[in-house]
T-cell receptor, first 111, second 116 residues
Framework: KQEVTQIPAALSVPEGENLVLNCSFT??????LQWFRQDPGKGLTSLLL?????REQTSGRLNASLDKSSGRSTLYIAASQPGDSATYLC??????????FGRGTSLIVHP | EAGVVQSPRYKIIEKKQPVAFWCNPI?????LYWYRQNLGQGPELLIR????????DSQLPKDRFSAERLKGVDSTLKIQPAELGDSAVYLC??????????????FGPGTRLTVL
């Protein structure tokens, strides 16, 4: 059974810092990995989807990398802003394309 | 383009009462997912549909939960009777289906259920 761990569980930083959020998973036989953000009381918003054949994906200030063989993905957030405050979830998907979610990293960016 | 629509957004019921949640996926998305998210946890899959066929329902508590997607478009998830432990956020998601980038999932806002 796939297990997903996200570190750190919580992060509080001043505006402008570059951030690294880590995701590790136990079963490397994945087809893709998706990063989401979740605002309080809201659903999940897709940020990036990385296919298993890719090493990284970029969208604006976000960059996600994938090292499938070691079971790790990293989300980089450049020049953080207060609007980035949310919970960030990673979800690798295996052969049935069913994602397994971690508990997330709760991020607070203060002005 | 409209996103995934869910209703109601909030529901408060007494235990042993029935409750139903509705989801309308993004137009053209063949795959529909229902998840349950407990406080402080990531979502957990309850059931996945490919068009109108339920292809993965191993995590659905079938003694009290049921779901349907009759025409392969919108879907309903029902709980009867509800228990205190069913209090959670119920999320619906959809994707185009298939391999590669078509598997990107898009989520609705969720229904927050409170069972008293």
């Amino acid at each position: 059974k796939q297990e997903v761990t996200q570190i750190p569980a919580a992060l509080s930083v001043p505006e402008g810092e570059n951030l690294v959020l880590n995701c590790s998973f136990t079963d490397s036989a994945i087809y893709n990995l998706q990063w989401f953000r979740q605002d309080p009381g809201k659903g999940l918003t897709s940020l990036l989807l990385i296919q298993s054949s890719q090493r990284e994906q970029t969208s604006g200030r976000l960059n996600a990398s994938l090292d499938k063989s070691s079971g790790r993905s990293t989300l980089y957030i450049a020049a953080s802003q207060p609007g980035d405050s949310a919970t960030y979830l990673c979800a690798p998907s295996g052969g049935s394309y069913i994602p397994t979610f971690g508990r997330g990293t709760s991020l607070i960016v203060h002005p | 383009e409209a996103g995934v629509v869910q209703s109601p957004r909030y529901k408060i019921i007494e235990k042993k009462q029935p409750v139903a949640f509705w989801c309308n996926p993004i137009s053209g998305h063949n795959t529909l997912y229902w998840y349950r998210q407990n406080l402080g946890q990531g979502p957990e899959l309850l059931i996945r549909y490919e068009n109108e066929e339920a292809v993965d329902d191993s995590q659905l508590p079938k003694d009290r939960f049921s779901a349907e997607r009759l025409k392969g478009v919108d879907s309903t998830l029902k709980i009867q009777p509800a228990e205190l432990g069913d209090s959670a956020v119920y999320l619906c998601a959809s994707s185009l289906g298939g391999r590669g980038p078509y598997n990107e999932q898009f989520f609705g806002p969720g229904t927050r259920l409170t069972v008293l």
